[in-house]
């Protein structure tokens, strides 16, 4: 896992620490990730940690990306023990708690207003809860990648149809609405107004507005030395 600043840093980036992590969540001055390989959840300050991040829980196997909603850490874990289940904790005194399981594996997760919102690999459905333990998840639409918050909306990818959608975190009917589409979107994230995402194909980073647009606006072309899990903006 690597830092760099948004001025650049001329193909030397700052190492915070190793690990095979699927995305990387900030909160305050802290950077975390969850490490796949070792089944640990890590934490490292803005800046560097002598590339030994905190290591906030363990025996998370098979741990895959974290979202942090400003007050809890998530993440979700995929074994044969567990057959999938979704975890949260406070990041300053990590107890793991599961707030949902035998979910399969999670491809991406987010939490908004209280409401967790994940994608199902198994029904290529995504979900939202927001009562814990959950046991009785509302379906929000077909699709399962890329799922992303803000706004009260949720945000994701409907790969078979290449599009972007977005829904209401408590509903939408199953319905959800078109923001964009592209040859291959991926890993849609906001920055409270646009929605960005790259396209895998075209090597293009889109952007649209989270009202909708249609035919996405091109950020930056031939973008192919963007290569990475996930696009973030700030």
């Given at each position: 896992v690597?830092?760099?600043?948004?001025?650049?840093?001329?193909?030397s980036?700052?190492?915070?620490?190793?690990?095979y992590?699927?995305a990387?969540?900030r909160?305050?001055?802290?950077?975390?990730?969850?490490?796949?390989s070792?089944?640990?959840?890590?934490?490292c300050?803005?800046?560097?940690?002598?590339?030994?991040?905190?290591?906030?829980?363990?025996s998370?196997?098979?741990?895959?990306g974290?979202?942090?909603?400003?007050?809890?850490?998530?993440?979700?874990?995929?074994?044969?023990?567990?057959?999938?289940?979704?975890?949260?904790?406070?990041?300053?005194?990590?107890?793991?708690?599961?707030?949902?399981?035998k979910?399969?594996?999670?491809?991406?997760?987010?939490?908004?207003?209280?409401?967790?919102?994940?994608?199902?690999?198994?029904?290529?459905?995504?979900?939202?809860?927001?009562t814990?333990?959950?046991?009785?998840?509302?379906?929000?639409?077909?699709?399962?990648?890329?799922?992303?918050?803000?706004s009260?909306?949720?945000?994701?990818?409907?790969?078979?149809?290449?599009?972007?959608?977005?829904?209401?975190?408590?509903?939408?009917?199953?319905?959800?609405?078109?923001?964009?589409?592209?040859?291959?979107?991926?890993?849609?994230?906001?920055?409270?107004?646009?929605?960005?995402?790259?396209?895998?194909l075209?090597?293009?980073?889109?952007?649209?507005?989270?009202?909708?647009c249609?035919?996405?606006?091109?950020?930056?072309?031939?973008?192919?030395?963007?290569?990475?899990?996930?696009?973030?903006?700030?």
């Amino acid at each position: 896992v690597y830092e760099c600043p948004k001025t650049g840093c001329k193909g030397s980036p700052r190492r915070l620490g190793t690990g095979y992590t699927f995305a990387i969540s900030r909160l305050g001055q802290k950077v975390y990730f969850a490490d796949y390989s070792s089944g640990r959840i890590l934490a490292c300050a803005v800046g560097g940690c002598a590339q030994q991040p905190e290591v906030l829980a363990s025996s998370q196997r098979d741990a895959r990306g974290t979202w942090t909603d400003g007050t809890y850490l998530y993440w979700s874990v995929d074994d044969a023990i567990t057959h999938g289940e979704i975890r949260r904790c406070l990041p300053d005194a990590c107890t793991p708690t599961t707030l949902v399981a035998k979910t399969g594996t999670v491809f991406d997760l987010a939490a908004e207003q209280g409401t967790l919102i994940w994608g199902s690999r198994a029904t290529r459905t995504v979900y939202a809860c927001s009562t814990f333990p959950c046991t009785s998840p509302r379906t929000l639409g077909p699709g399962a990648t890329g799922v992303t918050s803000a706004s009260g909306k949720a945000f994701w990818v409907n790969g078979s149809s290449k599009i972007v959608v977005s829904c209401a975190i408590g509903g939408c009917g199953n319905n959800p609405s078109t923001l964009g589409l592209s040859h291959s979107p991926n890993n849609p994230m906001s920055d409270g107004t646009s929605i960005y995402w790259r396209d895998d194909l075209s090597f293009d980073i889109f952007r649209c507005p989270m009202s909708g647009c249609g035919v996405p606006a091109a950020t930056h072309g031939a973008a192919e030395d963007v290569d990475a899990e996930a696009v973030s903006y700030t």
